[in-house]
């Protein structure tokens, strides 16, 4: 058993499912309103993924800009490839976080969402990052606190126990607590910080709660044993955010936090 995810296939549709929903592409929109990215620049997105904020960035650059999306998951590389095939200003590579390619100052600005949680060594990541924007450049880091949570569950005790399981596969599941000391300590100035929520009042199939009910129960089914979950434990933990949907009493609420960081002149 792994306390990771495995990005493979599969995961990387599912995935792509879930940044489809409204709630995500919500997100996504405050993303680039905060990034505020411009013609002609030169761009990085550090766990494109699908590569669905990518191909936005790639029509804002314009022809004369430029987009350079990595991320570990060569699946996630492929889609994101077939996604902005008519964008050549779009460019996707396999790539890890804190090992990061390109010349010192190479960029103007760097985008990362729900990455850097997954990323064990944080100081790295960010001298990285650090590294590869010009002076001037932004950094725009969006990761959630998983403290945060608030899903409502006619067993408190078993719901607690399902996140706390849910909570091994991230390097830092709190890592937004910390991110502003970081970015300072990095060398970046901290320009501002958002509440992004994730909010879904009552039970929609296409949601970004739907998704993560669904992800969370592969990986409590894979890895619970070890947290004392039974497998009739996990399924009636399930059972009951259905039937909290069919009474209309489903809640869930989650909240992400989005910096913007500028590296000094």
């Known amino acids: 058993m792994s306390n990771t995810i495995d990005f493979d296939e ?5 995935v792509e499912a879930m940044y489809l929903t409204p709630d995500v592409v ?5 993303v680039i309103k905060a990034l505020a990215p411009k013609p002609g620049e030169h761009l990085l997105d550090i766990g494109a993924g699908p590569g669905l ?3 936005d960035l790639a029509r804002l650059a314009g022809e004369n800009g430029r987009v350079l999306g990595i991320d570990t998951s060569e699946p996630m590389v492929k889609m994101a490839r077939t996604r902005c ?3 050549p200003q779009a460019e996707f590579e396999v790539g890890d976080a804190v090992k990061l390619a390109g010349v010192e100052g190479a960029f103007d600005a760097a985008v990362s969402t729900q990455v850097y949680e997954y990323v064990a060594d ?3 990541a960010l001298k990285a990052l650090h590294r590869v924007l010009r002076p001037g450049g932004r950094a725009l880091i ?3 606190d998983w403290d945060s949570i608030v899903w ?5 005790r078993l719901m607690q126990r399902v996140l706390h399981c849910w909570d091994d596969h991230l390097a830092d599941p709190h890592l937004p607590a910390t991110l502003a000391v970081k970015l300072r300590r990095a060398g970046f100035t901290l320009m501002r910080m958002d509440v992004v929520p994730m909010t879904s009042l009552g039970y929609q199939p296409h949601s970004y709660a739907a998704g993560m009910m669904h992800g969370i129960l592969g990986f409590v089914r894979a890895n619970g044993e070890r947290h004392g979950l039974s497998a009739d434990e996990i399924q009636t933990w399930y059972d009951d955010q259905l039937h909290l949907a069919e009474r209309g009493e489903f809640f869930f609420s989650l909240n992400r936090y989005m910096f913007l960081a500028v590296k000094p002149v």
């Open 85 to 87: 095939a008519a964008l």
């Open 122 to 124: 944080m100081d790295g």
């Open 142 to 144: 969006l990761d959630t």
């Open 53 to 55: 904020l990518a191909y």
């Open 26 to 30: 919500a997100q996504r929109a405050e």
């Open 10 to 14: 599969r995961t990387a549709k599912a």
């Open 152 to 156: 409502h569950a006619s067993d408190r």
